[in-house]
């Protein structure tokens, strides 16, 4: 089952994953495989010495040295549905390194580091992708995200500004906003942003939670 759900959300139909494990079971001793998904997105078995088809003739390891970038790229993907943080975020490192135009892999490098608590990391990676694509909006979000969590609200809160200056209407930015200017003591402009946050129909549960941050400021305000 555990098999079965790891190539479901590496976006096999689920017919497909149910023939490649009979055929996986029809050709390794039960209990002694495992099934995995090769850089190029083929099903493999993996054994101690290697890779095989399902059907168990031997296959040549990815050769990375000689991949290219969309390889890479792809290969990286496919380690991230897997489950394989580590191995993905060195493939999208390695593509943001060949690759100096391309603010993609850095920002999906920098999700990695972000999900697995390496807030300093994280940051250079979106630093990376904002410096080849500035107006990149989730890269922007991200960054404050990690600065926030490396203790520098100041600076994420300037990341935040950034993006709200922008045409493109940004609510959880405003929210987030409002929430640091509001821990550092600015009632008076966090009352006013999450106003604002309220004026673009957020969910009930989310609209709940600014309505309870503007009584709280008012409360400050007027005392």
Same mark, same amino acid.
């Given at each position: 089952?555990? +098999?079965?759900?790891?190539?479901?959300?590496?976006?096999?139909?689920?017919?497909?994953?149910?023939?490649?494990?009979?055929?996986?079971?029809?050709?390794? &001793?039960?209990?002694?495989?495992?099934?995995?998904?090769?850089? +190029?997105?083929?099903?493999?078995?993996?054994?101690?010495?290697?890779?095989?088809?399902?059907?168990?003739?031997?296959?040549?390891? /990815?050769? !990375?040295?000689?991949?290219?970038?969309?390889?890479?790229?792809?290969?990286? +993907?496919?380690? !991230?549905?897997?489950?394989?943080?580590?191995?993905?975020?060195?493939? =999208?490192?390695?593509?943001?390194?060949?690759?100096?135009? $391309?603010?993609?892999?850095? =920002? @999906?490098?920098?999700?990695?580091?972000?999900?697995?608590?390496? /807030?300093?990391?994280?940051?250079?990676? =979106? #630093?990376?992708?904002?410096?080849?694509?500035?107006? /990149?909006?989730?890269?922007? %979000?991200?960054?404050?995200?990690?600065?926030?969590?490396?203790?520098?609200?100041?600076?994420?809160?300037?990341?935040?500004?950034?993006?709200?200056?922008?045409?493109?209407? #940004?609510?959880?930015?405003? /929210? @987030?906003?409002?929430?640091?200017?509001?821990?550092?003591? $600015?009632?008076?402009?966090?009352?006013?942003?999450?106003?604002? =946050?309220?004026?673009?129909? &957020?969910?009930?549960?989310?609209? #709940? +939670?600014?309505?309870?941050?503007? #009584? %709280?400021?008012?409360?400050?305000?007027?005392?």
């Amino acid at each position: 089952m555990k +098999t079965a759900a790891e190539l479901t959300a590496a976006g096999r139909p689920l017919a497909e994953v149910v023939g490649i494990l009979g055929r996986a079971r029809d050709r390794s &001793p039960r209990g002694r495989h495992k099934i995995v998904l090769t850089p +190029t997105g083929e099903a493999a078995l993996a054994w101690p010495d290697g890779l095989s088809t399902l059907e168990g003739q031997g296959m040549l390891a /990815f050769d !990375e040295a000689n991949a290219g970038l969309d390889e890479l790229f792809e290969a990286a +993907t496919l380690a !991230e549905a897997a489950g394989d943080a580590d191995e993905a975020a060195r493939l =999208y490192d390695l593509c943001a390194r060949a690759d100096r135009k $391309d603010p993609i892999a850095p =920002y @999906n490098h920098g999700n990695i580091l972000l999900g697995e608590g390496d /807030f300093s990391g994280a940051a250079f990676a =979106y #630093q990376r992708a904002l410096a080849r694509d500035p107006e /990149f909006a989730e890269a922007r %979000y991200n960054l404050a995200q990690a600065l926030e969590a490396l203790g520098k609200p100041e600076a994420a809160a300037g990341e935040l500004e950034h993006l709200l200056a922008s045409d493109t209407p #940004q609510p959880d930015a405003v /929210f @987030n906003l409002a929430q640091l200017r509001m821990k550092a003591g $600015d009632l008076g402009v966090a009352k006013g942003l999450f106003e604002r =946050y309220l004026a673009s129909d &957020p969910p009930s549960d989310w609209a #709940q +939670t600014a309505r309870r941050a503007i #009584q %709280y400021c008012a409360a400050g305000l007027s005392g």
